[in-house]
């Protein structure tokens, strides 16, 4: 089993920049891929990035694309997810997961969630 945690979110300013953060315990999951999602009041959970532990490769749902980067520490077993450049429409409950198989970007390839840290973003 594995627990993630995650933090960081809170209020800002468009334009401004957040750190979110996920810490993961549990299995070993260096070999694993670590995804975030983001989910907004009447929407559908959206894929916001993805990285592989050991290799550091990543991938960037469109709409966040040249903003945000994701990275990771795996030493300390924690992702982050760096967000520039932050609009209205970013503002959602951010989620960390654990990517098992298939596709990156679906949500159902997911085993483990987060608890979600509310992230806002004032005009």
């Known amino acids: 089993q594995v627990q993630l945690v995650e933090s960081g979110g809170g209020l800002v300013q468009a334009g401004g920049s957040l750190r979110l953060s996920c810490v993961a315990s549990g299995r070993t999951i260096s070999t694993l891929t670590m995804g975030w999602f983001r989910q907004a009041p009447g929407k559908e959970r959206e894929f916001v990035a993805a990285i592989a532990w050991s290799s550091g490769m990543t991938s960037y749902g469109d709409s966040v694309k040249g903003r945000f980067t994701v990275s990771r520490d795996n030493a300390k077993n924690t992702v982050y997810l760096q967000m520039n450049s932050l609009k209205p429409e970013d503002t959602a409950v951010y989620y960390c997961?654990?990517?098992?198989?298939?596709?990156?970007?679906?949500?159902?390839?997911?085993?483990?969630w987060g608890q979600g840290t509310q992230v806002t973003v004032s005009s």
């Open positions: 997961a654990v990517h098992y198989a298939g596709t990156t970007y679906s949500v159902g390839n997911y085993g483990y």
